[in-house]
T-cell receptor, first 114, second 113 residues
Framework: DAGITQSPRHKVTETGTPVTLRCHQT?????MYWYRQDPGHGLRLIHY???????DKGEVSDGYSVSRSKTEDFLLTLESATSSQTSVYFC?????????????FGEGSWLTVV | GNSVTQMEGPVTLSEEAFLTINCTYT??????LFWYVQYPGEGLQLLLK?????DKGSNKGFEATYRKETTSFHLEKGSVQVSDSAVYFC????????????FGQGTRLTINP
């Protein structure tokens, strides 16, 4: 398994406060991703990165921003948290190979916005 | 657009039963297909994958065949164990670079001893 660590693993925050989730990978993967998991929706892509300082939006990017200043780190920021952003957030990373790309996932960050 | 539809759960089986979890997809192009598994409190792990039509992915006794004619990628296992209890996600990607996975909603599987 790829070395992907997320922090914090659990957080409770108040509506309107900023929140930053951190993802760190040790595999030197080019691509990194942030997904959210909600009942009935599976996982949905929030943002992804294809290199340092190169990021793009996924299907549910509203209310979120990301930054990638180093290959190994990918930050997800909720500028002003809302209750609809209560979710489990998964970071993932991967690299393109001859046989395609395998994506590895972190263990998740449980965020509750009250 | 691209989408994945899985059979609704939860699915409850007895140990040693035969398992099928249905997955169908809609895609503009020729996707690669995946099954991921999520054990309680953990992240997703790749279970198996197939990158072209008629390919069969297999791992840990699970199998799935990429059927282009029926746009399906059903997950099967001949004899399930209690340790197979988890949530299973079918997914696809069309990207050659950044692999932006599109997931089904997940199927929760419980195996009773």
């Amino acid at each position: 398994d790829a070395g992907i660590t997320q922090s914090p693993r659990h957080k409770v925050t108040e509506t309107g406060t900023p929140v930053t989730l951190r993802c760190h990978q040790t595999e030197n993967h080019r691509y990194m991703y942030w997904y959210r998991q909600d009942p009935g929706h599976g996982l949905r892509l929030i943002h992804y990165s294809y290199g340092v300082k190169d990021t793009d939006k996924g299907e549910v990017s509203d209310g979120y921003s990301v930054s990638r200043s180093k290959t190994e780190d990918f930050l997800l920021t909720l500028e002003s948290a809302t209750s609809s952003q209560t979710s489990v957030y998964f970071c993932a990373s991967g690299e393109t190979g001859v046989s395609g790309n395998t994506i590895y996932f972190g263990e998740g960050s449980w965020l509750t916005v009250v | 657009g691209n989408s994945v539809t899985q059979m609704e759960g939860p699915v409850t089986l007895s140990e040693e039963a035969f398992l099928t979890i249905n997955c169908t997809y809609t895609a503009t192009g020729y996707p690669s297909l995946f099954w991921y598994v999520q054990y309680p409190g953990e992240g997703l792990q790749l279970l198996l994958k197939a990158t072209k039509a008629d390919d069969k992915g297999s791992n840990k006794g699970f199998e799935a065949t990429y059927r282009k004619e029926t746009t399906s990628f059903h997950l099967e296992k001949g004899s399930v164990q209690v340790s197979d209890s988890a949530v299973y996600f079918c997914a696809l990607t069309l990207s050659q670079g950044a692999q932006k996975l599109v997931f089904g909603q997940g199927t929760r599987l419980t195996i009773n001893p």
